[in-house]
C-alpha cells in the first residue's frame, strides 16, 4: 500500500506558475512509476504528466507540453509538478498516483491515487 498526499495548490492569475508535490509513504517510493491527473468540474479526470522510476522517461499531455515539468525525488519521497504559463483551463483539482508496473509510462490503471489538490486559474 502507498500513501499519496498532494500539496501546493491555490489560486494564480493566468499566466502565473505553481508548483504542487506529492508525498508518498508505505512503501518503496522507487519501485513506482508515478503520474499526475486532474479533473475539472463536468469533466472527467485526463492525464497530465508521467515519470518512470528513476527519471529516465517522462511524458506529457499535448495540453501542457511546454508548460509543466514533471520531476521527483526519491530520498525524498516527492514527486513535484512545475507549472508554469497557466492558463484557466488548467483549472482542477490534480491527483498524483502511483503505477506498480514496470515498463511504458501509463496514462490510465494506476493503482494508488491522492485526495487531491485544488488549482485555480483566474483570467
Known amino acids: 500500500q502507498v500513501q499519496l498526499v498532494e500539496s501546493g495548490g491555490g489560486l494564480v492569475q493566468a499566466g502565473g506558475s505553481l508548483r504542487l508535490s506529492c508525498a508518498a509513504s508505505?512503501?518503496?517510493?522507487?519501485?513506482?512509476?508515478m503520474g499526475w491527473f486532474r479533473q475539472a468540474p463536468g469533466k472527467e479526470r485526463e492525464f497530465v504528466a508521467a515519470i518512470s522510476r528513476f527519471s529516465g522517461s517522462k511524458s506529457y499531455a499535448d495540453s501542457v507540453k511546454g508548460r509543466f515539468t514533471i520531476s521527483r525525488d526519491n530520498a525524498k519521497n516527492t514527486v513535484y509538478l512545475q507549472m508554469n504559463n497557466l492558463k484557466p483551463e488548467d483549472t482542477a483539482v490534480y491527483y498524483c498516483a502511483a503505477d506498480r508496473r514496470a515498463g511504458v509510462l501509463r496514462v490510465s490503471g494506476y493503482d494508488y491515487w491522492g485526495q487531491g489538490t485544488q488549482v485555480t486559474v483566474s483570467s
Open positions: 508505505g512503501r518503496t517510493f522507487s519501485n513506482y512509476a
